[in-house]
């Protein structure tokens, strides 16, 4: 017995998969006793049982007890699960145990088996987690022997599926997120390793990152924001199906995707996920809505590894974080290259920043009856360390970044308000000055800092004009930016809407958002004078904006023929290089003081008559299209 007892424990010693160590204990103990036949079934939580080992039995007899639901009446092995106690059947062919599955009863009988043993295997919570049978091939009971043997084989088993027990629960650890209960990132870098990679579109990864769990913490404290995951994490697991989701980081969550419906259209798969996590998360006192931002990638058949498809994802992430944000972007070729350029951009940004080479250049926008200035749009030029002097079209892409962008309407608004005193302690009238702002700008909560250190004096905001684009507040958070809004214009500052017509660009957003002035996009203008359907339409918006008590900006003017359609169209401003480029503001002054709305001696820009002759006049050829950038 004790050789016995120490050739078990050395195998369960050496750390064998459980179902070896059950093998070899089955084989020493039907070696033991001549005509016994040995069986071990495990018993999952559902109550269902599962072949373990058994040496000597046919394959087909043990798979055919797989998933069999333990009961009080389902033979030796159902009965002593379900019971918790030993259970001896003393003749197979009579035991009303066995009479409900005539064809296991048949099959056993037929393999010569007429008796059966069975021992529950328990763990320290009496929770049953195997049966040890024995199977004798005669009508009868176990032996004293038997009986002995057994105790001690039970006793060895439960240090087997203790230790088994253990080294899974530590794998779980390993492979599950202890919060959500997710696999983990070591689960999805696992899963996605041996993935093949010569078949393009056979599967994908979808990279979802949480935009506001650090404000849910900020806010409402941890145990929201862990609320939060675990709400995320079950969505997506239950969204995933047949697919795997895996949370790999604080915030972020992928999405291993295979489902040949969701890799066609990955995109239409992110916009599910986005309605998914779009219903509120009810709470006791309030409800929070997760919002996120997608990447994802579809195997092409040119990578070299998963790891590459899962570095695509990763990238079309980052892009739709810093453009995208509360969107989903898919990789191409080409996405990394633009990403390195905006790197680049925002790096350049952020030198001139701190050197000092940023300067508020002006272009005028004018009355179009007597091409007379009523006002200037404040743009953005950076002075590179050789004297050029670079658009804000250049480095567009850098103002995508929070920080940058917000440093950088500081250093616009500081400027123009340092110019509108220069001016208006000189005499110079110059109606009124937009400046362009950023989502980041208004959700920020610095930008009314700013105003109030920048334009103290009542006097100097009234004649400041904020311009915004639709796109800074549509989505979900759009009330709050028209809120932000609103309170600025009770303040005494303008707003304008710029870019009017392109994007997203609806009629019902007048009626939301308060604006005192509608620009509207070039590509309009550029259409005139021959597009009818544009001048309809900027017809039509004269006439609403009428009724908002707005006025009308039309931008990218470039001919005189344009200015005459626009007039005939009702609208009485325009803007564009048919009167005049970007200027330094030491060149607009000079401008200005010829040519301002306000002066009784002002005159028109040089080169354009005095009235502006009508279109049947005119034939002119019009110069290249430029933005006011």
Same mark, same amino acid.
């Given at each position: 017995?004790?050789?016995?007892?120490?050739?078990?424990?050395?195998?369960?010693?050496?750390?064998?998969?459980?179902?070896?160590?059950?093998?070899?204990?089955?084989?020493?103990?039907?070696g033991?006793?001549q005509?016994?036949?040995?069986?071990?079934?495990?018993?999952d939580?559902?109550?269902?049982l599962?072949?373990?080992?058994?040496?000597?039995?046919?394959?087909?007899?043990?798979?055919? &007890? #797989? *998933? +069999?639901?333990?009961?009080p009446?389902?033979?030796?092995?159902?009965?002593?699960?379900? @019971?918790? !106690?030993? $259970?001896?059947v003393?003749?197979?062919?009579?035991?009303p145990?066995?009479?409900?599955?005539?064809?296991?009863?048949?099959?056993?009988?037929?393999?010569?088996?007429?008796?059966?043993?069975?021992?529950?295997?328990?763990?320290e919570?009496?929770?049953v987690?195997?049966?040890?049978?024995?199977?004798f091939?005669?009508?009868?009971?176990?032996?004293?022997?038997?009986?002995?043997?057994?105790?001690?084989?039970?006793?060895?088993?439960?240090l087997?599926?203790?230790?088994?027990?253990?080294?899974?629960?530590?794998?779980?650890?390993?492979?599950?997120?202890?919060?959500?209960?997710?696999?983990?990132?070591?689960?999805?870098?696992?899963?996605?390793?041996?993935?093949?990679?010569?078949?393009?579109?056979?599967?994908?990864?979808?990279?979802?990152? &949480? #935009? *506001? +769990?650090?404000?849910?913490?900020?806010?409402?404290?941890?145990?929201?924001?862990?609320? @939060?995951? !675990?709400e $995320?994490?079950?969505?997506?697991?239950h969204f995933?199906?047949?697919?795997?989701?895996?949370?790999?980081?604080?915030?972020?969550?992928?999405?291993?995707?295979?489902?040949?419906?969701?890799?066609r259209?990955?995109?239409?798969?992110?916009?599910k996920?986005?309605?998914?996590?779009?219903?509120?998360?009810e709470?006791?006192?309030?409800?929070?809505?997760?919002?996120?931002?997608?990447?994802?990638?579809?195997?092409?058949?040119e990578?070299?590894?998963?790891d590459?498809?899962?570095?695509?994802a990763?990238?079309?992430?980052?892009?739709?974080?810093?453009?995208?944000?509360?969107?989903?972007?898919?990789?191409?070729k080409?996405?990394?290259?633009?990403?390195?350029?905006?790197?680049?951009?925002?790096?350049?940004?952020?030198?001139?920043?701190?050197?000092?080479?940023?300067?508020?250049?002006?272009?005028?926008?004018?009355?179009?009856?007597?091409?007379?200035?009523?006002?200037?749009?404040?743009?953005?030029?950076?002075?590179?360390?050789?004297?050029?002097?670079?658009?804000?079209?250049?480095?567009?892409d850098?103002?995508?970044?929070?920080?940058?962008a917000?440093?950088?309407?500081?250093?616009m608004?500081?400027?123009?308000?340092?110019?509108?005193?220069?001016?208006?302690?000189?005499?110079?009238?110059?109606?009124?000055?937009?400046?362009?702002i950023?989502?980041?700008?208004?959700?920020?909560?610095?930008?009314?800092?700013?105003?109030?250190?920048?334009?103290?004096?009542?006097?100097?905001?009234?004649?400041?004009?904020?311009?915004?684009?639709e796109?800074?507040?549509?989505?979900?958070?759009?009330?709050?930016?028209?809120?932000?809004?609103?309170?600025?214009?009770?303040?005494g500052?303008?707003?304008?809407?710029?870019d009017?017509?392109?994007?997203?660009a609806s009629?019902?957003?007048?009626?939301?958002?308060?604006v005192?002035?509608?620009?509207?996009?070039?590509?309009?203008?550029?259409?005139?004078?021959?597009?009818?359907?544009s001048?309809?339409?900027?017809?039509?918006?004269?006439?609403?904006a009428?009724?908002?008590?707005?006025?009308?900006?039309?931008?990218?003017?470039?001919?005189?023929?344009?200015?005459?359609?626009?007039?005939?169209?009702?609208?009485?401003?325009?803007?564009?290089?048919?009167?005049?480029?970007?200027?330094?503001?030491?060149?607009?002054?000079?401008?200005?003081?010829?040519?301002?709305?306000?002066?009784?001696?002002?005159?028109?820009?040089?080169?354009?008559?005095?009235?502006?002759?009508?279109e049947?006049?005119?034939?002119?050829?019009?110069?290249?299209?430029?933005?006011?950038?």
């Amino acid at each position: 017995m004790l050789k016995f007892k120490a050739a078990i424990l050395e195998l369960i010693a050496k750390g064998l998969p459980l179902a070896e160590v059950m093998h070899d204990i089955c084989l020493q103990i039907e070696g033991r006793f001549q005509g016994v036949v040995c069986s071990v079934l495990t018993v999952d939580r559902s109550g269902t049982l599962h072949p373990l080992a058994a040496p000597s039995l046919p394959e087909a007899y043990s798979q055919g &007890l #797989d *998933n +069999l639901t333990i009961g009080p009446n389902v033979g030796a092995c159902g009965t002593a699960a379900y @019971l918790g !106690q030993p $259970v001896e059947v003393h003749d197979i062919a009579s035991d009303p145990r066995w009479s409900p599955f005539p064809t296991f009863q048949q099959a056993a009988l037929s393999l010569g088996l007429r008796a059966c043993w069975s021992s529950p295997l328990v763990d320290e919570k009496k929770t049953v987690l195997a049966t040890f049978a024995l199977y004798f091939r005669e009508p009868r009971g176990p032996t004293p022997e038997e009986r002995e043997i057994v105790g001690v084989c039970l006793h060895l088993c439960q240090l087997a599926f203790a230790r088994d027990l253990r080294v899974a629960d530590r794998e779980r650890r390993a492979n599950t997120d202890a919060l959500t209960e997710l696999p983990n990132q070591g689960s999805f870098n696992r899963a996605i390793t041996h993935l093949a990679c010569d078949e393009a579109g056979g599967w994908g990864v979808l990279m979802i990152d &949480l #935009d *506001n +769990l650090k404000t849910v913490n900020d806010t409402f404290g941890h145990a929201v924001g862990d609320r @939060l995951l !675990q709400e $995320v994490a079950a969505r997506l697991s239950h969204f995933a199906i047949p697919d795997r989701a895996f949370r790999i980081g604080g915030d972020e969550f992928a999405l291993l995707i295979k489902d040949p419906e969701r890799l066609r259209d990955m995109g239409k798969a992110a916009r599910k996920v986005l309605d998914v996590l779009a219903v509120p998360i009810e709470c006791e006192q309030f409800s929070i809505v997760a919002e996120a931002t997608m990447g994802g990638a579809v195997v092409t058949g040119e990578e070299a590894s998963a790891d590459e498809v899962r570095h695509h994802a990763d990238l079309a992430l980052y892009h739709a974080k810093e453009t995208r944000r509360g969107g989903f972007v898919k990789y191409c070729k080409g996405i990394g290259t633009r990403m390195i350029a905006r790197i680049s951009s925002i790096e350049s940004l952020d030198a001139a920043l701190r050197e000092g080479r940023i300067e508020a250049w002006y272009q005028p926008i004018v009355r179009l009856d007597d091409q007379r200035i009523v006002g200037l749009e404040a743009l953005c030029r950076m002075i590179s360390p050789s004297g050029e002097v670079i658009s804000a079209a250049t480095f567009a892409d850098a103002t995508s970044d929070a920080r940058v962008a917000s440093i950088l309407t500081q250093r616009m608004l500081s400027a123009v308000s340092d110019d509108m005193r220069t001016w208006r302690e000189l005499g110079i009238d110059f109606g009124y000055v937009g400046v362009n702002i950023t989502a980041v700008d208004l959700r920020g909560g610095r930008l009314g800092g700013f105003l109030d250190q920048l334009f103290a004096e009542e006097a100097l905001l009234r004649h400041l004009v904020l311009e915004v684009t639709e796109s800074v507040y549509i989505g979900d958070r759009d009330k709050l930016v028209v809120d932000i809004i609103s309170g600025l214009r009770r303040r005494g500052v303008r707003i304008a809407l710029d870019d009017f017509g392109t994007g997203f660009a609806s009629l019902t957003h007048l009626l939301e958002l308060p604006v005192d002035f509608i620009k509207i996009d070039q590509s309009f203008t550029a259409r005139l004078p021959e597009d009818e359907v544009s001048g309809t339409i900027i017809a039509g918006l004269v006439a609403i904006a009428g009724k908002l008590g707005a006025k009308v900006v039309a931008e990218g003017v470039e001919t005189v023929a344009q200015a005459v359609r626009l007039q005939k169209l009702g609208c009485k401003i325009g803007q564009g290089f048919l009167f005049s480029r970007g200027l330094p503001r030491g060149e607009v002054a000079r401008v200005l003081m010829r040519h301002a709305a306000s002066s009784p001696h002002s005159i028109p820009f040089p080169g354009l008559p005095a009235n502006i002759p009508q279109e049947d006049e005119i034939y002119l050829a019009a110069p290249p299209r430029s933005r006011r950038m």
